[in-house]
């Protein structure tokens, strides 16, 4: 039932345009009552996007797993990217209902799994909920920007690559693992000195280390 009212949506989306259907041709068309559609879709904008709860449930499940590790601005952008995919996997039908829509889902459910994410990571930590809805909104943003970018492009340039260098500017915004480059992956400096040593000379002996390269 639920593909049959998707099928009778999209036939009438391109025949007569989005604004022009309604949800009584739309049943009409599926032989089904409105009772049986809003059953399945709350709304017409609904039936234009029917995986959004999988896709949502996906996002949901991803974050749960190893919930506690990596940078965790890195894993919103990570789950930001199980979104994007829904439309990749498809992308003519992704396409096709832009441009009768010219609009993407809400994403206040996703955005809201990602600052439930954050705030749990971030918890305890001053302006921790602050920080942890500024991201959620932050990536989603990012996500979007790109999404419409490949949309608009009519899906022929990469989307992952175009996520890409969106949600890059929100690692580098927020992220809390700085990158390490593999030259400095092993350096480690150690100064021992006695207890009551004034703080200067302590720092003194850090500067000399990491000037002359001493291990």
């Not at 639920?2 to 309604?22: N, P, Q």
């Not at 032989?31 to 609904?46: I, N, Q, T």
């Not at 959620?136 to 899906?155: C, E, F, I, P, Y």
Request: glycine share 8%; proline share 5%; net charge neutral.
């Amino acid at each position: 039932m639920r593909d049959t009212l998707v099928a009778a949506a999209f036939e009438l989306f391109l025949e007569r345009g989005y604004d022009r259907t309604t949800v009584d041709d739309i049943v009409a068309l599926a032989g089904v009552g409105r009772r049986s559609f809003f059953r399945y879709f709350p709304s017409k904008e609904d039936v234009v996007f029917p995986d959004h709860e999988r896709c949502l449930a996906d996002m949901t499940d991803f974050l749960a797993v190893d919930a506690e590790a990596g940078d965790p601005v890195a894993r919103v952008c990570d789950a930001a990217r199980v979104v994007l995919r829904m439309y990749a996997e498809n992308p003519t039908f992704s396409v096709q209902r832009y441009r009768l829509t010219k609009q993407v889902p809400g994403l206040r459910g996703y955005e809201r799994t990602l600052a439930q994410y954050l705030r749990g990571r971030f918890a305890g930590r001053p302006d921790g909920t602050l920080r942890a809805d500024v991201i959620a909104a932050a990536v989603v943003a990012a996500h979007n920007n790109a999404l419409r970018s490949w949309l608009r492009s009519g899906g022929e340039r990469d989307p992952y690559a175009e996520a890409d260098h969106a949600l890059r500017y929100v690692q580098e915004s927020f992220g809390t693992a700085a990158p390490r480059g593999p030259e400095t992956a092993e350096d480690v400096v150690v100064i021992v000195s006695r207890r009551g040593t004034p703080m200067w000379r302590v720092v003194q002996g850090i500067e000399s280390a990491l000037s002359d390269g001493r291990p």
